[in-house]
């Protein structure tokens, strides 16, 4: 290791412990992190030198492929919950140097999320950076402007192109962009431990660096779902079932075995004459000896469009959708439509709201040097309606609050009461 090169017997021992800890346990290296295997669980100690990039490892094309482009129930279940979280607007408090906190209506702060960048306003912005979080777990936003000066955009980085440059004490140094083998850093400043880079991720339990998705999590119920599309189609192209076999009738002497140059000249006849779109339903004009036995699958072997279904609720679930929600029979856990709804928002959009909302006052107000804390304002969400109602209702008949305290439990301020003029 680099590290250890200044001390060749620190060194030397280091190494010696290492190989004694880990000598039955077969080790990869890669992009600078030493993984171990234990049987069928893999554990992850990341050895890293401070600076040193950290790549994802998992394929992030792979997942955006086989879950966001070729599969209808990932694809829709991100685009649900990603427009969901992206409808959820903001409000914006300032707290003064004398500790009192009121709402802004303007303020550079809601400028630049009203319109990040050029290509993108806030809607769009928003729902492509919950598409990623949702789709790889991590979701880089990154500062445009002059340094030390408040940010004049903000652009999303797709995640494949950024690697976390590992520092010291579990925090990263860095963050590395890259694209057509051209990289550029990012640091971190040591002692506010911020950056020009925000970066979002979900919980990873073996991971240090970076978040989970999941569609790592419903990776073999996406599988399965594509496979069995892919089965159905076939299926149709044939006829949804073995179209049938060519049976050689025994003559007297039972011999029932085709020369080869029958057997080529057969299939060569079945290939031009009665293969394809434009041939179908084609009559086959057999010779002498030959006969057509047709052929069909039991109800058992048809059973794959329940399988289907199961992969399709398991898929739902990894993304915290109620299956009701995108039309897959077999699950009313919910008595309707808009008792799913409301579980969707609850136990799914709103969490993702708050925890990037999180993130972002951890990040935006210091690069705008100000006492700022953005709020999402959720009173306009229709899902919610209900629910609101019946908080408003509760507040109301609670006898023992003040005007004040109801105002604030639903969200408001104190009432402005009217000022008497001096006599």
């Known amino acids: 290791m680099k590290a250890l090169q200044g001390n060749a017997a620190r060194g030397s021992v280091f190494s010696r412990l290492l190989n004694r800890w880990f000598a039955a346990t077969p080790e990869k290296k890669h992009g600078g992190v030493y993984s171990e295997l234990h049987g069928s669980s893999q554990q992850r100690s990341y050895m890293v030198m401070p600076g040193q990039p950290v790549w994802m490892d998992r394929n992030y094309a792979q997942f955006s492929m086989e879950a966001y482009v070729r599969n209808v129930i990932a694809n829709r279940s991100i685009n649900m919950v990603a427009w969901a979280a992206a409808s959820v607007g903001f409000t914006l408090y300032i707290t003064g140097q004398r500790g009192a906190r009121r709402e802004a209506s303007a303020h550079p702060i809601i400028e630049l999320l009203k319109r990040p960048n050029p290509t993108q306003a806030n809607g769009a912005f928003l729902h492509s950076m919950y598409q990623y979080l949702l789709i790889s777990g991590n979701a880089f936003v990154q500062s445009i402007g002059p340094k030390d000066r408040p940010p004049a955009e903000l652009h999303l980085l797709r995640p494949d192109r950024v690697a976390v440059l590992a520092g ?51 990776a073999y119920s996406i599988d399965q779902h594509n496979q069995s599309g892919a089965w159905n189609q076939s299926l149709l192209q044939n006829g949804a079932r073995p179209s049938g076999a060519l049976v050689v009738r025994g003559d007297k002497t039972g011999n029932s075995v085709l020369s080869e140059d029958q057997y080529h000249r057969v299939k060569q006849q079945i290939d031009e004459q009665f293969t394809g779109a434009a041939n179908a339903g084609r009559p086959i004009l057999l010779e002498g000896g030959l006969e057509w036995k047709e052929m069909s699958m039991s109800p058992r072997d048809m059973d794959f469009i329940e399988a289907k279904h199961a992969s399709a609720r398991d898929i739902a679930l990894a993304f915290g959708v109620p ?44 690069l705008f040097n100000e006492r700022a804390e953005l709020v999402p304002d959720t009173d306009n969400v229709s899902a919610l309606a209900g629910r609101n109602q019946l908080i408003w209702e509760r507040v109301e008949k609670a006898s ?24």
């Open 168 to 218: 010291k004490g579990g925090l990263p140094a860095g963050y590395r962009y890259t694209v057509n083998n051209q990289g550029i850093d990012f640091p971190v400043d040591r002692i506010t431990g911020r950056s020009r880079i925000l970066h979002l991720k979900t919980f990873h339990p073996l991971n240090d660096w970076y978040g989970l998705s999941p569609v790592e999590a419903a």
């Open 323 to 366: 299956p009701q929600l995108l039309g897959i029979p077999g699950d009313n856990t919910y008595s309707n439509l808009q008792e799913a709804r409301l579980a969707l928002w609850e136990q799914t959009v709103l969490p993702l709201v708050q925890a990037t909302t999180d993130g972002l006052n951890n990040w935006l107000p210091f």
């Open 400 to 423: 023992f609050l003040t005007e004040d305290e109801k105002r604030a439990a639903v969200g408001y301020g104190p009432k402005r009461r009217a000022v008497k003029p001096d006599a």
